[in-house]
């Protein structure tokens, strides 16, 4: 569960650099839930009549640290790193999260155990400081506090050696881990506080211990995964030894880090840990020094709590935390799509958190505190939930986001004005002629944006019918915004010709047109119940409730056409050539996904050949046998054809750039990063 943006240059911080006060005694048991608390744990409501105080802007002390803040970034990988080692991509990555106005940046996971490798970076050798301590200082430059994660990936393990507390494997297709033994178990510990020496000689100004989301000391912690009998097992004090035994190890190794814990409110798994579990973990926490006690909650088979998709419910941890920071006195950090500022604010208000971690909300926007302070919420690049950045960093790739495209590429993005400004057209109003036409205005174009339909967003628009995506319009409500807001030229409901470009006489076209969708040979597929599934998705088409309906295609378009006509009350087959369906959906909602057409009696027919279309039936072929399913209608969704190249070949003197669909039909990620780049380079 590692996962990564920014929209502009990097800014300067208008704090100093993080001070760090006297270290804090370790604090004992605790008072009971009803005791005072401290004052500087939330910001308590102003005077009847003075000015309102933005409680997400009032410093806060944890451990010793001021924080100018409430908003932190949590640890979420990146995967830029050199084999382990820091370079100047994370460099550049840190830094322009702490420049735009964060308190804290937490560095993604590191890994404490040269036997277990993957890829997160490395903590485990005296050689990975100085990269870490690039880190830190550009966090610290920006005037934000550094701190750093720390992990054991235990059963998660990427490459390297497989082990836990009991020879539990995660589901039946994964290995089965070694035990750990006593004396293994102590060295693991021994191992999580040399890594938290290395981070304090780094520079960092906290460590913090990964205890959630069923890495080592979290299966540990699980009644699922471990099935011990030694003091390491049974009960629920003896399952947290491990976890309290690195966190004491870490302060007397390290009394003057301040140490902050990551724990999960529940597993979310039937039989696994609960939020009662939790709260007795954090008074315990607590009693070994712990100064700040971070709240998320799921595990690799609940990843739909842990990293919460479009579908899922804003602020749907908040509760958590809320029991949590009832039994302790250190502060407690709340987690789960709180990228909306008036749920962030609330959790503050009504006592549930006293910091607030917004993650891939920071990738897609990394000046979310600055504008949010200064009252530009309006100006927020959204983040949409949709997971990107996650699908591609879980396999070991370098992240990216949907909606910013210089995620991944900090270091680098550095747009230049335009000398001399030109005036650009851009055809078609999708994610990438979106993009484009923003980046080459913010340059100092003239930009002129054409879109054949009524309103812009292209597939943004279909997309978003779907019960699973309806989010990915604020991307494009955003961008909308942006165009107004930096005076770019837009006219929908055009159907762009060259005689319609030799009359705007631009010196540049961006043709961002995308594509069309895909008709192969095959009989029938011309009948009028035949439809482009984005039809479908558009509401062009009505269907009765309890119609039947083939799509034929079950990549991203298909399920999603597939789960808005169920939600509505269809009977819909699935028909698809491939062994599974749900290519080109990130993993947590491909899992929803298909579970909800399941549910809803879907029925899904893969390494199947469809080889015609008759009046009221869709023929295919599987096993090499011919069937027939019934259709009263049918959603065509088998692929995409690009477009652009039609249009540029009749515009043979002006400049052109073809980008996303129109050049090559690809995903979100591709498209967004396509506009940016022409926007750029024009």
Not at 348 to 357: K, T
Not at 626 to 655: N, Q
């Given at each position: 569960?590692t996962?990564?943006?920014?929209?502009g240059p990097i800014?300067a911080a208008?704090?100093?650099?993080?001070?760090?006060?006297?270290?804090?005694?370790v604090?004992?048991?605790?008072?009971?839930?009803s005791a005072e608390r401290?004052v500087?744990r939330?910001?308590e409501p102003p005077?009847s009549?003075?000015?309102a105080?933005?409680?997400?802007?009032t410093?806060?002390?944890?451990g010793g640290?001021?924080?100018?803040?409430r908003i932190?970034v949590?640890?979420?990988?990146?995967?830029l790193?050199d084999?382990?080692t820091?370079n100047?991509?994370?460099?550049?990555?840190?830094?322009?999260r702490?420049?735009?106005?964060?308190a804290?940046?937490t560095?993604?996971?590191?890994?404490?155990?040269?036997?277990?490798?993957g890829p997160?970076p490395?903590?485990?050798r005296?050689e990975?400081?100085p990269?870490?301590?690039?880190?830190a200082d550009?966090?610290?430059?920006?005037?934000?506090?550094a701190?750093?994660?720390?992990?054991h990936?235990?059963?998660?393990?990427?490459?390297g050696?497989c082990c836990?507390p009991s020879?539990?494997?995660?589901?039946s297709a994964?290995?089965?881990p070694d035990?750990?033994?006593?004396a293994?178990?102590?060295?693991?510990?021994?191992?999580?506080?040399?890594?938290a020496e290395r981070i304090r000689?780094a520079?960092?100004?906290?460590?913090?211990?990964h205890?959630?989301?069923?890495?080592?000391?979290s299966?540990?912690?699980?009644p699922?995964?471990?099935?011990?009998d030694d003091?390491?097992?049974?009960d629920?004090?003896?399952?947290?030894?491990?976890?309290?035994?690195?966190?004491r190890?870490?302060?007397?190794?390290?009394?003057?880090?301040?140490?902050?814990?990551r724990?999960?409110?529940?597993?979310?798994?039937?039989g696994?840990?609960?939020?009662d579990?939790?709260?007795?973990?954090?008074?315990?926490l607590e009693?070994d020094g712990?100064s700040?006690?971070s709240v998320?909650s799921g595990h690799?088979?609940?990843?739909?709590?842990?990293l919460?998709?479009?579908?899922?419910p804003r602020a749907?941890?908040?509760g958590?935390?809320a029991?949590i920071r009832a039994?302790?006195t250190?502060?407690?950090m709340?987690?789960?799509?709180?990228d909306?500022?008036e749920?962030?604010?609330?959790a503050?208000?009504?006592?549930?958190a006293?910091?607030?971690a917004i993650?891939r909300?920071?990738?897609?926007e990394?000046?979310w505190?600055?504008?949010?302070?200064?009252?530009r919420?309006?100006?927020?690049?959204?983040?949409i939930?949709?997971?990107?950045?996650?699908d591609?960093?879980?396999?070991?790739?370098?992240i990216?986001c949907?909606v910013n495209?210089?995620?991944?590429r900090?270091?680098?993005w550095?747009?230049?004005?335009?000398?001399?400004?030109r005036?650009?057209?851009?055809?078609g109003?999708?994610?990438?002629?979106?993009e484009?036409?923003?980046?080459?205005?913010?340059?100092?174009?003239?930009?002129?944006?054409w879109e054949r339909?009524?309103?812009?967003g292209?597939k943004?628009v279909?997309?978003?019918?779907?019960?699973?995506?309806?989010e990915?319009?604020r991307?494009?409500?955003?961008e909308e915004?942006?165009?107004?807001?930096l005076?770019?030229?837009?006219?929908?409901?055009?159907?762009?010709?060259?005689?319609?470009?030799?009359?705007?006489?631009?010196?540049?076209?961006?043709?961002?047109?995308?594509?069309?969708?895909l008709?192969?040979p095959?009989?029938?597929?011309?009948?009028?119940?035949?439809?482009?599934?984005?039809?479908?998705l558009?509401?062009?088409?009505?269907?009765?409730?309890?119609a039947s309906v083939?799509?034929?295609?079950?990549?991203?378009t298909g399920?999603?056409t597939a789960?808005?006509?169920v939600?509505?009350?269809a009977?819909v087959?699935?028909?698809?050539m491939?062994?599974a369906?749900g290519?080109?959906?990130?993993?947590i909602t491909r899992?929803?996904i298909?579970r909800?057409?399941r549910?809803?009696?879907?029925?899904?027919?893969?390494?199947a050949r469809?080889t015609?279309v008759?009046?009221?039936?869709?023929?295919y072929?599987?096993?090499?046998v011919?069937?027939r399913v019934?259709?009263?209608?049918?959603?065509?969704?088998?692929g995409?054809?690009?477009?652009?190249?039609?249009?540029?070949?009749?515009l043979p003197?002006?400049?052109?750039?073809?980008?996303?669909?129109a050049?090559r039909?690809a995903?979100?990620?591709a498209?967004?990063?396509?506009?940016?780049?022409?926007?750029?380079?024009?």
């Amino acid at each position: 569960m590692t996962a990564r943006g920014g929209d502009g240059p990097i800014v300067a911080a208008a704090a100093g650099p993080a001070m760090r006060a006297a270290p804090s005694a370790v604090a004992g048991g605790g008072p009971p839930a009803s005791a005072e608390r401290s004052v500087d744990r939330v910001a308590e409501p102003p005077p009847s009549g003075s000015p309102a105080v933005d409680p997400l802007f009032t410093p806060i002390d944890v451990g010793g640290l001021r924080l100018r803040n409430r908003i932190v970034v949590p640890p979420m990988g990146t995967g830029l790193d050199d084999h382990g080692t820091m370079n100047d991509a994370t460099v550049a990555y840190y830094r322009r999260r702490a420049a735009g106005g964060a308190a804290a940046v937490t560095v993604e996971a590191l890994l404490v155990d040269p036997d277990t490798d993957g890829p997160e970076p490395r903590v485990d050798r005296d050689e990975h400081v100085p990269g870490l301590r690039r880190v830190a200082d550009g966090i610290r430059a920006e005037g934000a506090i550094a701190g750093a994660q720390l992990l054991h990936p235990g059963r998660q393990v990427f490459k390297g050696r497989c082990c836990g507390p009991s020879a539990v494997p995660i589901n039946s297709a994964s290995p089965v881990p070694d035990p750990l033994t006593v004396a293994e178990v102590e060295a693991i510990v021994v191992r999580f506080a040399d890594a938290a020496e290395r981070i304090r000689d780094a520079g960092y100004d906290f460590v913090e211990i990964h205890g959630a989301h069923g890495y080592l000391p979290s299966d540990f912690l699980s009644p699922l995964a471990n099935r011990r009998d030694d003091h390491y097992g049974g009960d629920l004090e003896g399952r947290a030894r491990f976890l309290r035994e690195i966190a004491r190890a870490i302060r007397e190794r390290c009394p003057d880090l301040p140490l902050w814990v990551r724990i999960g409110g529940e597993e979310a798994l039937p039989g696994g840990t609960t939020i009662d579990d939790a709260v007795a973990l954090a008074g315990w926490l607590e009693e070994d020094g712990a100064s700040c006690i971070s709240v998320t909650s799921g595990h690799w088979r609940s990843l739909e709590v842990t990293l919460a998709p479009m579908w899922m419910p804003r602020a749907h941890l908040v509760g958590h935390a809320a029991r949590i920071r009832a039994a302790v006195t250190v502060p407690v950090m709340a987690v789960g799509r709180l990228d909306r500022p008036e749920d962030a604010r609330a959790a503050l208000l009504d006592g549930s958190a006293d910091l607030i971690a917004i993650g891939r909300g920071l990738i897609a926007e990394p000046d979310w505190p600055r504008k949010v302070e200064e009252g530009r919420d309006d100006e927020v690049r959204p983040c949409i939930a949709c997971n990107a950045c996650v699908d591609l960093v879980g396999p070991g790739g370098e992240i990216r986001c949907a909606v910013n495209p210089t995620v991944g590429r900090d270091e680098r993005w550095d747009p230049r004005p335009a000398d001399p400004p030109r005036h650009v057209a851009v055809v078609g109003a999708g994610p990438a002629g979106l993009e484009a036409a923003l980046v080459a205005r913010a340059r100092g174009h003239r930009v002129t944006l054409w879109e054949r339909e009524d309103r812009i967003g292209g597939k943004i628009v279909a997309a978003a019918s779907a019960p699973s995506k309806h989010e990915v319009l604020r991307f494009r409500d955003f961008e909308e915004r942006e165009l107004d807001r930096l005076g770019v030229e837009v006219h929908t409901g055009v159907e762009v010709t060259p005689d319609v470009l030799a009359t705007a006489a631009p010196d540049v076209v961006v043709l961002a047109s995308g594509a069309a969708a895909l008709v192969p040979p095959i009989a029938g597929l011309g009948l009028p119940h035949v439809h482009d599934a984005q039809e479908h998705l558009r509401g062009d088409h009505a269907v009765a409730p309890g119609a039947s309906v083939v799509v034929i295609g079950g990549s991203a378009t298909g399920c999603e056409t597939a789960e808005l006509l169920v939600d509505r009350g269809a009977r819909v087959t699935i028909v698809e050539m491939a062994p599974a369906i749900g290519a080109g959906i990130e993993a947590i909602t491909r899992r929803h996904i298909i579970r909800q057409l399941r549910r809803h009696g879907a029925e899904i027919l893969t390494g199947a050949r469809v080889t015609g279309v008759t009046d009221d039936a869709v023929v295919y072929e599987r096993d090499g046998v011919e069937h027939r399913v019934a259709a009263d209608h049918v959603a065509l969704a088998i692929g995409w054809r690009s477009r652009g190249r039609e249009l540029a070949d009749l515009l043979p003197d002006v400049e052109v750039h073809v980008i996303g669909d129109a050049e090559r039909p690809a995903d979100f990620v591709a498209a967004v990063n396509a506009g940016a780049d022409v926007g750029s380079a024009v």
